[in-house]
């Protein structure tokens, strides 16, 4: 019955429906807005789990897929479909934006029918930009997400509010434009060559491209989302952006919106791309390296404890980028767990910065002191979050961090112990920073006006610190969900360029089996055979190509093609 029902469109456009309505409620009806804003978030968190439910792990090819006529004079389609790479990314989404409302809500003066009808807005925008498959709606959804983040940090941000919207807004703009230039040249590049109209990922996979043009779209497609990561030199907009923004908005950049940039790797460069990705991989390793160290620095040292949790995210974002670029299956399950992980430790420690400067009005390190005494609750999350964002074994943080390590490892031991040097750093600036606010002499400030946490805002951190245990002690449900799709990545880079695989010589007795656990890339295994890729393409116009209904809810995804379609583009 169900394989019936669009539910990656319902759980997208449910909160965009709600949207409307608590724009159009009047405003005495102010309990109803907020029931209603509730209501939309919390039917897409059901909807995912319906989907999460019914996600088949082990499965490469995207789930669930959605196919409609939406451009065709373009070759546009409305495509939305899921697989291991997009199912946390979205669940991580519909979760944060109910937290987020939760612990701020109640907090606002005025304002706050646009304030939860810009949340909504904005959660359909994400959503919509990890399950499109289409390009073009990918970007519409893309752009979609500036607006109302534009709005949050320029209508409820702090003092410097609008110079940091406009900074956002600026660079997230600029990368954006590449990106579409990339779009449009791959669209039109493999008309001319196939003579099929489409924007349909799935298609434009086995585009016939030589290398130099594969270089240079991936360098379009890589401005566009390093932007967004943000990539070392690119960062500098983010620690503003982070500082003045309202406490949801801070939440949900950090938790979701900046891992568009590392998923667009993921999802379409890598595997439109093969040889651009290649040729980039030693130059985004480092960037992510630098970032790394750097990021974790430069925390060390800021006086603001929300401008601290800012540039952490630089450096944690910073392993994700060298997971995946590294090209080994544990990088890539490093990558993306650290994407989620970051999203859940550092969306809950923006929440709980927040919650203190509701309280002492200030940010600024030096202000605090002995928290611990006062709010004992909150400083055991604080502390509980902060361990977990560095990397303690047994929480979320470690398990990511690990995976990247050991994929980086079978790569570059190099790589790998730079890398590891970032662990290191983020246990002093966190360390260090909850030693100067939360222990010693209780300061002025926080015993006129501290008051430990109430039951909504311990509502709010409790499922994220339940996560970060949970991902901690049992790995194994995410890991397993994604692995087919990030195999499926790693061995189209691997089959298509000359990129070597890791040396397991040092791993004696590794046998065939084992070795692709360890992050070899396995072969062609998971790429379509000729049959499909004929099927996929020849519908491709036909707007019925891979229909749920057809495939009973799923269908090939045409990630790749066969080797003699590789030979054509290298």
């Known amino acids: 019955m169900l394989e019936s029902v669009p539910l990656l469109s319902l759980m997208v456009w449910t909160p965009a429906v709600a949207a409307v309505v608590v724009a159009l409620l009047p405003e005495r009806l102010k309990a109803g807005r907020a029931a209603v804003g509730w209501a939309g978030m919390v039917v897409s968190l059901a909807i995912f789990g319906v989907v999460a439910w019914r996600f088949e792990p082990g499965v490469a090819d995207f789930q669930f897929v959605e196919d409609f006529a939406w451009a065709p004079a373009i070759g546009s389609r409305y495509v939305l479909g899921i697989d291991g790479i997009s199912l946390w990314m979205a669940g991580l989404t519909v979760l944060l934006f109910p937290l987020s409302v939760l612990a701020t809500l109640h907090t606002l003066k005025e304002g706050e029918r646009a304030y939860l009808a810009l949340l909504l807005v904005l959660e359909t925008a994400i959503l919509g930009a990890f399950l499109a498959l289409d390009l073009l709606v990918f970007f519409v959804f893309w752009e979609a997400v500036l607006v109302p983040m534009y709005f949050l940090i320029a209508g409820w941000g702090s003092e410097r509010r609008t110079y940091a919207a406009i900074k956002f807004f600026l660079y997230t703009m600029a990368g954006s434009a590449f990106l579409l230039v990339g779009i449009v040249y791959l669209a039109v590049a493999h008309s001319t060559a196939t003579g099929v109209s489409t924007f349909d990922l799935r298609l434009l996979e086995s585009t016939p491209l030589d290398r130099t043009t594969q270089v240079a779209l991936f360098g379009a497609f890589a401005l566009g989302f390093a932007v967004k990561v943000p990539v070392f030199p690119l960062h500098t907009w983010l620690p503003d952006a982070h500082t003045e923004a309202p406490t949801a908005g801070s939440v949900i950049l950090a938790g979701v919106l900046l891992k568009l940039g590392v998923y667009g790797f993921l999802r379409f460069s890598m595997p439109l791309f093969p040889e651009g990705a290649r040729a980039f991989l030693p130059l985004l390793v480092a960037l992510g390296l630098v970032g790394i160290v750097y990021g974790a620095v430069v925390a060390a040292v800021q006086k603001d404890l929300k401008r601290l949790v800012a540039y952490s995210s630089v450096s944690h974002?910073?392993?994700?980028?060298?997971?995946?670029?590294?090209?080994?299956?544990?990088?890539?399950?490093?990558?993306?767990?650290?994407?989620?992980?970051?999203?859940?430790?550092?969306?809950?420690?923006?929440?709980?910065?927040?919650?203190?400067?509701?309280?002492?009005?200030?940010?600024?390190?030096?202000?605090?002191?002995?928290?611990?005494?006062?709010?004992?609750?909150?400083?055991?999350?604080?502390?509980?979050?902060?361990?977990?964002?560095?990397?303690?074994?047994?929480?979320?943080?470690?398990?990511?961090?690990?995976?990247?390590?050991a994929g980086s490892f079978l790569r570059s031991p190099w790589v790998a112990a730079t890398a590891g040097l970032g662990v290191v750093l983020s246990a002093v600036y966190l360390l260090w920073a909850y030693q100067r606010a939360f222990t010693g002499e209780v300061s002025a400030k926080v015993r006129s006006h501290a008051g430990d946490l109430s039951w909504r805002e311990v509502a709010a951190v409790l499922p994220l610190a339940a996560l970060m245990l949970g991902v901690g002690l049992f790995p194994g449900p995410f890991v397993d969900r994604s692995e087919a799709s990030l195999r499926k990545v790693v061995d189209v880079v691997a089959a298509r360029t000359d990129l070597e695989r890791p040396d397991l010589s040092h791993f004696s007795g590794t046998s065939r089996g084992s070795a692709a656990e360890l992050g070899e890339p396995v072969g062609t295994s998971s790429l379509p055979d000729e049959h499909e890729k004929a099927d996929l393409q020849g519908r491709g116009s036909a707007a019925q190509s891979l229909s749920g209904s057809e495939n009973g809810g799923q269908a090939p995804s045409g990630s790749g093609a066969g080797e003699a379609e590789g030979e054509d583009r290298s």
Request: negative net charge; charged residues 10%; glycine residues 20%.
């Open 317 to 405: 974002l910073g392993f994700s980028v060298v997971g995946i670029f590294v090209l080994t299956l544990q990088g890539s399950q490093g990558g993306l767990l650290q994407m989620f992980n970051h999203g859940v430790s550092t969306g809950a420690l923006f929440l709980l910065v927040g919650m203190i400067y509701e309280r002492l009005h200030t940010r600024r390190i030096e202000e605090m002191g002995g928290i611990w005494s006062v709010m004992p609750v909150y400083g055991g999350l604080f502390l509980f979050t902060a361990l977990a964002s560095i990397g303690l074994p047994g929480l979320g943080g470690f398990v990511g961090e690990f995976l990247v390590l």
